[in-house]
């Protein structure tokens, strides 16, 4: 992990730690009631056991199980209010990391990734459900770059599930296609990437290899070997599309200060690869 991330790792724990601190103090809160309610009821069960008249007794029991009643829902109430909060520190997470990523990057967590920007890719030419929920989005080195969680869905068959983002160019490129298929059937051109499992189709490879050269496939590969994310990519007029094959949700549960900074590394790190793609393919 580099420098710049553990800066922007270091203030985003620092406001993720108060988030923390609030739901901490709501479950004490929580627990304190319940720790109340739960004494009251063992004092009606004591007193029903000792007292001398039935009357007493059935007045003290029906007590304690209206209180038991009482506590059971009032546990189960606080419980889910406790994990929806503790859900959220992603949220709250991702939308510190984007602020600090680059003015004018943002987080929206209700947001949904157009399915156009997947359809102009071409990495699944028929599909029948496109699904996105939280987007991050901005602007880096001049660049426009968008990423989202999505699952892509076929009429039988679930057909990519993982991380979708689109950056911007401001020249155009002939479509270029870098895929983990070794397509016998494509009536382009294709050229195998050393070492790396992937397949070049273009129109052309010789004017390919020219934009996609030895500099850009090195990069590639070292972002491969640090993150060993299984990745394709395609170019086309002045958008550069990747889908990584990742099975977690932007948004999941994070419990830890490990798992925290593990979580938004990969996003923060994606984020930083495809701006110096971006960068060297304008070269």
């Not at 056991?49 to 029991?61: E, L, N, P, R, W």
């Not at 947001?111 to 991050?136: A, P, T, W």
Request: proline content about 1%; glycine content about 4%.
């Amino acid at each position: 992990m580099n420098e710049a991330f553990e800066k922007v790792y270091e203030w985003t724990n620092e406001k993720l730690q108060k988030e923390r601190e609030r739901v901490d103090e709501y479950k004490k809160d929580v627990r304190q009631s319940e720790a109340l309610v739960i004494g009251i009821i063992i004092v009606c069960l004591i007193i029903s056991f000792i007292a001398g008249d039935q009357t007493s007794k059935y007045v003290f029991v029906t007590v304690a199980a209206m209180m038991f009643i009482f506590c059971t829902f009032y546990t189960f109430k606080h419980e889910r209010k406790i994990i929806e909060k503790q859900n959220k520190y992603s949220e709250f997470a991702l939308s510190e990391l984007a602020i600090h990523i680059e003015d004018g990057f943002v987080y929206e967590k209700d947001e949904e990734l157009s399915g156009s920007y997947y359809r102009k890719s071409g990495f699944n030419r028929m599909y029948k459900k496109f699904e996105s929920k939280g987007v991050i989005s901005g602007t880096k080195a001049n660049h426009d770059i968008s990423l989202s969680n999505i699952v892509v869905k076929g009429s039988n068959k679930e057909l990519f599930r993982g991380i979708f983002m689109y950056g911007t160019l401001k020249k155009e490129i002939k479509e270029i296609d870098v895929m983990r298929v070794n397509s016998k059937n494509n009536k382009k051109e294709k050229f195998e990437i050393p070492n790396q499992g992937l397949y070049m189709y273009a129109e052309s490879i010789s004017e390919a290899r020219e934009i996609i050269n030895d500099e850009v496939l090195e990069y590639i590969a070292k972002f491969q070997e640090e993150t060993k994310y299984k990745y394709e990519y395609m170019l086309h007029k002045n958008m550069v599309f990747f889908r990584f094959f990742d099975n977690e949700i932007l948004t999941k549960p994070i419990t830890n200060d490990t798992e925290t900074k593990e979580y938004l590394y990969k996003y923060y790190r994606i984020i930083e690869f495809m701006t110096g793609l971006l960068t060297l393919l304008e070269k």
